[in-house]
């Protein structure tokens, strides 16, 4: 008898010993697959810190956020978007913002206009910029999502906040304060009206945290991966919506990637296109938005003839600025439409 309970705890023993082996070497291979995933990463995103991002880029950056110590508010357009560039710019140019936004341009026509009839705002011409219409979803148009994180990522690491914006937008009032005002957070995205867990890929502000430049080199990694994907397709063809900065995006700030802390702002605050599609009941009972997104509509012909439609269009046919509509809309928050 003895030496059958002998036996029983040698077995019982010999089990628990495979069962821990087993467990160790489960728990290691994991941790070392995650390493290896870990230093994927940061390899990849040491690779994009060595990119080719021009020093006029970067020094225009410093100049025009004061050395890092004000917000740089910046955008990325190509020659299509120079008419939504000179309508923004009339609608806000009495906002005291100008000093602090750079255009990062794709042609030398759109550089030189704006610089000619705007000199405060800063400029900077770069290549590999797709001319003409970038349908969203389409190849030229990921591939200048995957050339503005890259640049985006270079100027977060010289320690400057960013507040990323597109020009088919109205502003009604200045957001810069308010989205200023958010504390320990390292940034700060926008909702997208009827989808839950997405946020707009082209409307946020990015404290230069380790976290906010964690994410973004992550982000930066995905959209590379996808330009290599797709850098021999037509530059019209179809990518699939599950592939693109917005989806990268949303799912990188929504799992709280290394630690991230975030703010969602509210549609009611910070509109999209949705908003026009409102009944004009609806939208008297909405407090007034800072902004309001073109978007939720396909072209750069229908987003300009909804917003001349709307008043929401701040440039004369000769090409200067609309005082009478800057009046109505900025000064007085006229903004109900047609």
Known sequence: MKYLRKSRTVA????????????????????????NEDVSITKRSSDLASLNISTPILSAAIEHSRGGREALLVTLVNDAFLPFTLSWLCNTRDMGIHSQVLFITGDSESTQRIKQSWPEVGAVQIDGVHPGDQEYSRVGYVELMVRRSE???????????????????????????????????????????QRTNVIAGGFLYLHPTEASKNLWRAL?????????????????????????????????????????????????????????????????????????????????????????????????????CDGEKIQRVVKQGQVSGP
């Open 12 to 35: 019982v023993l010999s089990i628990l010993t495979v069962g821990l082996t087993l467990f160790l070497f489960t728990y290691s291979t994991k941790r070392i697959h995650n390493h």
């Open 151 to 193: 640049i985006l990522l270079q100027i977060l690491e010289k320690n400057i906040p960013i507040f990323l914006f597109e020009v088919d937008c109205l502003w009604i009032s200045n957001p810069l304060s308010n989205l200023k005002s958010y504390r320990n957070v390292d940034i700060v995205v926008n909702a997208v009206s």
């Open 220 to 320: 930066t990694v995905q959209l590379n991966k996808l330009g290599m994907k797709i850098r021999n397709s037509p530059k019209n063809a179809k990518v699939s919506e599950s592939d693109n900065d917005q989806v990268y995006l949303s799912n990188l700030v929504f799992s709280n990637y290394g630690g991230l802390r975030y703010k969602v702002l509210s549609n009611d605050d910070y509109a999209d296109g949705n908003w026009y599609k409102l009944s004009k009941e609806k939208r008297m009972t909405l407090r007034k938005p800072y902004l309001i997104n073109n978007n939720w509509v396909v072209g750069n012909a229908a987003k300009i003839k909804r917003a001349k439609e709307w008043g929401h269009w701040f440039l004369t046919e000769n090409g200067e």
